[in-house]
């Protein structure tokens, strides 16, 4: 008799789960007899659990690490649980998992078992019959939750439905409706298995050796080599499960999407695919100028179909090379920030058909010289060198489109000089640089630094809702800010130019689409569902089948290229980062680190405070600012009384008492919780517009006073423009980085944060100490 918990005694059950969980999941035969002789003490076969639905894992075949994660990091939730009833497919309420064949092998398995059950005597007992005389609504199983019963199986039930009919002929039941083919999703592997693919590559290898060698290579026919093209293409496309495009076409199912040439297509013209890619590659390579000019044109027929698989490898091929990646940018606008004034571009690129976009800061584009005319009709500043040779201008934005082109529609997509308005519209020339194909030379004489650039991907939770599960809206505010910051040449190490004016901050955030480090919003909200069942950002992504971090960055060197960047300082912790970019063409000269604000300003801004309280000898204990009459630093009153009281109290929390405190401290607290102590609360004296520097010491302002400065001055109410955020999980997170992903940051010490020197890292080098930040690579 089988126990109302099934959890509560290792079954056989359970035992062939733990043997599946470390055998290939894609060898279980699928078992329908198990549900009508779960009590029954026949053959083994029969008792098997249906574990048909490990046949369809979306994941390639990762359980040792799956489990190894699983093991050291956190509860026993492994890959197989995680999977067992999943679906995603809002269209419909059914199950879509089995694959064709193992359903026509159930369906005929429980034809045989009901035959046998109709001719045994009735065993069940009233109470059944009773119950299974009810007709019961059908369980929703893939298609009710990401988490359904991991012992709900579809297929248990419906034939344990059709047995409790049977067995109760005088009682008129339902049917239970069956399960059609075409509701039911079709899962295709678009690879092999290791071993067949390692075996095909040696082949594949064996023959191009053949194929090399001298005698051979002069025999060799294009014929052959399209054979060895169709070889390995057929080995692409393997699948255990027999072609089923109609199945492929089905909504919902991702396979439709993604795959390239249906599993069917004859041999040869797989190899003709082949083909062409190489003659697009050839094309690229040698006439990259040969990029069709208008968006039409442009529209994917010669793009490769990237395919998303989990690991983000792309779908043709791992052997042969996708041809390089060329984008174009569409559009640009100005956009008003808290930082200041930003260059809005939106590229298209030929690897994927997501809009990534460039973020450009370079207030000389937009100054207010800008817009001076000269003699020859044209702006004044398209003849400045300076601006000829640093401007961040796209190439393929100011590029002409075609003969019928107008100014008109280049200004409307952004091709236009200096800043636009209602009696200045310029339309935009190349630049010599761009039209004459030239390396951008960077010109020491001219600046002394490289533009500052950020690889930033995207993370809606973090930036459109403030999550503090990561650090990423913060990051991006930080990053517009400092290379938004004006920075003072007389003080750079590197540069002995007799210039001591202070430089307007320049360089490019390219803003990449690839959510949650390129596994997607879905698989990153299920990730966080992991985290909180307890494991950290790297294991939950191995749980699902991903890398720790999935993210390309060809894109964003191609887009920097484009804009004239090929070399940067480069905003980031993390050295992949700086790796990539270089081996795609892309100067790394300096890392600029971005260190957390919550590790970077806030002893800061504990120290400023205290320092400020000792000076007006103020006691112990919180003081209400209206009611206290002496002094307060003279920062930390403007972050009070600057304008920055409202925006932010009003993200701080609905508590009305909040708004009762002291502005100051509600002001440095956000969507979390306070960045600062109760005891850390800032007295003032109310005199809001008083401005008295001479009180307080500010003789050590650098960058980190720059930040409080911004958030006194131009806080807004978004995460852009936004302050400091603090929390458990965003340390978690930050330390996760550093400690597994080896991100280049030094986690601050409790003990040593104390007793420290201030750290002031910068991004331009303005302060002395700015060694703390900046890496110089070899
Ligand atoms: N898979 C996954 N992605 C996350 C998680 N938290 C944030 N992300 C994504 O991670 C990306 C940011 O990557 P990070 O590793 O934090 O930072 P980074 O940009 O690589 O590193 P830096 O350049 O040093 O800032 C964003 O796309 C986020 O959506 C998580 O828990 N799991």
Known sequence: MQTANSHSAVTQGDLELLDALTSMPSSFPHQPSYASSSSSSSSSATKTRPLSTLNALRRPPIDPMVLAASLSSGPHVTRHHFHHSFGSH??????????????????????????????????????????????????????????????????????????????????????????????????ASRQAPRSVRLQQQQQLEQKRAQANSPVQRTSASLQTLKEQAAVQATGIRASDEPAQPELLAQPGNQAAKTVLVPPSAPANKIAQALDERKAAVAA?????????????????????????????????????????????????????????????????????????????IDPYQNDETSTQMGADGRPVKESDPVYQQQALRSRSLDEVWGPEETDMERIVRGAYVGRLGPSFQVASRPLPRHSQQQVHQHHHDQDPLAPLVRIHSECFTGE???????????????????????????????????????????????????????????????????????????????????????????????????????ECRLL?????????????????TERVGMVPRVWKF??????????????????????????TSKKTPSLLRQISFGGMDSSVISQAGTNESDSELDPTTAGLRHQGEDILNEADTFDSDGDHHHNDDDEVDDSD????DSYIDHVLRRSGTTMVGASITKGPELEKYLRTKVERMGHLLTVPDEQAKEEDEEERPVSQPNSDDEQLSHQHLP
Do not use: W
């Open 464 to 566: 459109t809702i403030g999550s503090q599960r990561c650090d990423c809206g913060e990051q991006l505010d930080e990053a517009i800010r400092l290379i938004s910051e004006a920075y003072d040449t007389s003080k750079n190490r590197t540069h002995s130019s007799d210039s001591h004016q202070p430089k307007l901050g320049r360089g490019v955030i390219v803003y990449l689409r690839q959510e949650g480090r390129g596994i997607g919003l879905l698989d990153k909200l299920m990730a966080y569902n992991l985290q909180d069942m307890g494991h950290d950002t790297v294991s939950a992504n191995i749980l699902l089948g991903h890398l720790p971090d999935a993210r390309k960055y060809d894109i964003a060197s191609a887009i920097l290229r484009d804009l004239g960047v090929d």
């Open 90 to 187: 809002a269209h419909t309420t059914k199950s879509q998992q089995m694959p064709a064949s193992q359903r026509k092998a159930a369906v005929a398995a429980a034809a045989a078992a009901d035959a046998s059950k109709a001719n045994a005597p009735a065993s069940s007992s009233a109470g059944d019959s009773s119950r299974s005389g009810q007709t019961r609504p059908r369980r929703q199983s893939g298609a009710s939750g990401s988490y359904a019963n991991c012992d709900y199986d579809d297929f248990e039930d419906s034939v344990t439905s059709r047995n409790a009919a049977s067995s109760s002929s005088s009682i008129k039941i339902e049917p239970v409706p069956e399960v059609t083919d075409e509701e039911r999703a079709y899962y």
């Open 701 to 704: 302002s650098d960058s980190g």
């Open 602 to 627: 806030g002893k800061r801004l504990r120290r400023k405070k205290r320092s400020g309280k000792k000076k007006d000898k103020i006691p112990s204990g919180r003081t209400n600012l209206r009611s």
């Open 572 to 588: 980031t912790n993390n050295p992949e980062k700086m790796e990539a970019l270089e081996a795609e063409g892309v100067r790394v």
């Open 284 to 360: 690229a390579t040698v006439a990259p100028t040969h990029i069709p000019l208008t968006p039409a044109a442009e529209t994917l027929p010669s793009m490769p179909a990237q395919v998303g698989t989990p690991l983000g490898k792309p779908g043709i091929s791992s052997i042969v090379r996708p041809p390089p990646v060329r984008v174009r940018c569409y559009a640009r606008t100005r956009v008003p920030t808290p930082h200041g004034e930003i260059f809005c571009h939106l590229y298209k690129n030929t690897h994927d058909t997501k809009e990534h976009l460039a973020i450009v």
